[in-house]
């Protein structure tokens, strides 16, 4: 059985940071492609960061110099650190792996950026 379970979300002044992370079982880790999306209220579910299994990171322009996604394979988790938070940043943010056809959730964790 396939889990992705996000951790580290909640109330974050703005400018300040916070960090996620995504605890998997049940994949081969190492193959996947994790991907952190974020979904804000009223609007589409967004990239936010993906990391390959080999670690080759993509950002979408929105977070870049400001979010780091990596990953430890010997733990199957992925994380993402968020500095410089603003309030546009909020929503729930969910873990994502693919890897050949295959397309794993997590049930998300929300980030709320309020002061």
């Known amino acids: 059985q396939v889990q992705l379970e996000e951790s580290g979300g909640g109330l974050v002044q703005p400018g300040g940071s916070l960090g996620l992370s995504c605890a998997t079982s049940?994949?081969?880790?190492?193959?996947?492609?994790m991907g952190w999306y974020r979904q804000a209220s009223g609007k589409r579910r967004e990239l936010a960061a993906a990391i390959t299994g080999g670690g080759s990171a993509n950002y979408a322009d929105s977070v870049k110099g400001r979010f780091t996604i990596s990953r430890d394979n010997a733990k199957n988790t992925v994380y993402l650190q968020m500095n410089s938070l603003k309030p546009e940043d909020s929503a729930v943010y969910y873990c994502?792996?693919?890897?050949?056809?295959?397309?794993?959730w997590g049930k998300g964790t929300l980030v709320t950026v309020s002061s």
């Open positions: 994502n792996a693919r890897f050949s056809g295959m397309n794993y």
């Open positions: 049940g994949i081969i880790f190492s193959s996947f492609t």
